[in-house]
């Protein structure tokens, strides 16, 4: 079930590798450094600084907080993740997802909200928020008027919407 191997390094640099193997329900918090795999169900909150590689038989239901997480099986909740999520072929990810980089295979099943990129600072966000306070971000409102000979409170149809949008110009 619990398997650590650490690598042959000459130094204090040798970095520890953990299996949690299949068959094995687990529920609660955990924290981990280094590198984990999950082959198993898991339950709960997971956080770690390292890289989280989760099997193709794993289930995650929760939260997970690491700094990698290269995944090939199932998780149902939030992930951040500090420097990347990487989803292969088998995965599937029922969540949000936060993180700088987002990488996904063709054949992996995502559903969710993603934030990707990297986080401005505090005051480059705040600069940013102010310059757009009521300012709209384009001022062709011309174009997303209802058609002539139509009044009152209709809605614009989603096409309508598109068009105007696509067609028009962008501000530089």
Not at 40 to 69: D, P
Not at 133 to 153: F, H, K, V
């Amino acid at each position: 079930m619990w398997e650590t191997k650490k690598q042959k390094s000459t130094g204090d640099n040798a970095e520890s590798f953990t299996v949690l193997g299949k068959d094995v329900t687990f529920k609660g918090i955990v924290h981990f450094k280094g590198t984990v795999q999950l082959d198993s169900c898991f339950e709960g909150e997971v956080h770690a600084k390292g890289v989280l590689v989760v099997g193709e038989n794993a289930v995650i239901r929760g939260t997970v907080s690491v700094g990698t997480l290269i995944s090939s099986g199932k998780i149902q909740g939030t992930v951040t993740a500090s420097n990347k999520v990487q989803l292969l072929k088998s995965a599937v990810q029922i969540g949000d997802v936060h993180t700088p980089v987002f990488l996904m295979e063709e054949g992996a099943y995502f559903r969710g909200f993603t934030e990707m990129g990297p986080h401005p600072s505090v005051n480059e966000s705040s600069q940013t928020i102010d310059a757009l306070t009521g300012q709209a971000l384009w001022d062709d409102t011309q174009s997303l008027r209802l058609p002539e000979g139509e009044s009152g409170n209709k809605q614009l149809s989603y096409d309508q919407v598109q068009d105007a949008l696509i067609n028009r110009s962008v501000p530089h």
